[in-house]
């Protein structure tokens, strides 16, 4: 009787199961459905099996988007972990300025995607956009992102850079307010210098956190859609036709559900492994740098 009671506890568990299932598995069904059917429209489907997933993966648009992808996500991190360990470094450690750094980091990131877009949208117009008027007029320099490739980047990296390097700043600065005093304490007893404080302290302290800031970061950018999409539109050209902005158009604008359900889940599995890759790697260094 006693174990049937310790046991009821699993039934607060069911309105989650319940969401879990609306929210995910259900929808994750559907899509599985969709990748195995050639979809002519409502109530007209033909099943096909693994035509789906071959028909995608041989497609070339999928291979550039991809790198491009790959090639995105790669320079967030590049930037962003270091410009975001650097600004925790700087961040006072005590008195008002605490509250005021916090705050200010914390703005950019209460700020909705898809306004994103629109406030860089109206920032870097050369006409009329504060950013856009400054290089153009007062620089000198021709500058317009929806002009050329490399501008279109240039500007889609400031954007995201602006937006989520906030994001590991904080991390970081948790991670080093949660460092025990006695540890700076040994090392200036030891004369260390800020370089080796940082290498031998710091670092490793901040290894789980900066762990958290990588995945999270890692996937947003792996799976970024509104801000490009309202930015760039994917363009100009396909020069910024990510992933998800390949997905969209192949869903609603080619209405081509079965190769856009494969293409959903095979993108599911990429950004699964590849967290896991991630996460598997740090948690090695980790224990390395502990041996």
């Known amino acids: 009787m006693d174990k049937w009671e310790n046991n009821r506890a699993w039934f607060l568990t069911i309105p989650v199961l319940v969401l879990v299932a609306f929210s995910a598995i259900i929808p994750l069904m559907t899509v599985v459905n969709y990748s195995v059917q050639d979809i002519f429209g409502p109530g007209q489907s033909l099943f096909v099996g693994t035509e789906m997933y071959t028909k995608i993966l041989r497609d070339p648009r999928l291979h550039d988007a991809l790198w491009r992808q790959f090639l995105f996500s790669g320079l967030v991190l590049l930037i962003e972990m270091p410009l975001g360990v650097l600004i925790a470094l700087a961040m006072p450690k005590k008195g008002w300025g605490v509250s005021f750094s916090l705050v200010a980091l914390a703005l950019p990131l209460l700020i909705p995607w898809n306004t994103i877009g629109s406030i860089w949208i109206i920032f870097v117009r050369p006409d009329i956009g504060l950013l856009g008027a400054f290089i153009n007029n007062v620089l000198g320099i021709p500058f317009d992102h929806t002009r050329t490739a490399g501008e279109a980047w240039i500007t889609l990296m400031l954007m995201e850079v602006w937006h989520w390097t906030s994001l590991v700043a904080l991390l970081a ?86 190769t856009a359900g494969a293409f959903s889940l095979i993108y599911f599995v990429i950004v699964i492994l590849l967290c896991f890759v991630f996460y598997q790697v740090l948690q090695g260094v980790g224990k390395g740098a502990k041996q």
Not at 191 to 197: D, E, K, M, P, V
Not at 242 to 256: E, H, M, N, R
């Open 173 to 258: 600065y948790a991670g080093l307010r949660a460092i025990p005093e006695v540890y700076y304490q040994a090392a200036k007893i030891d004369g260390a210098s800020a370089w080796a404080t940082f290498r031998y302290i710091q670092l490793p302290k901040m290894r789980g956190v900066l762990t958290i800031a990588l995945l999270l970061r890692f996937m947003d950018s792996f799976l970024i859609y509104a801000e490009p999409f309202v930015l760039t539109g994917g363009g100009p050209g396909n020069a910024t036709t990510f992933l998800s902005i390949y997905l969209v158009k192949l869903a609603t604008g080619q209405f081509d559900l079965g």
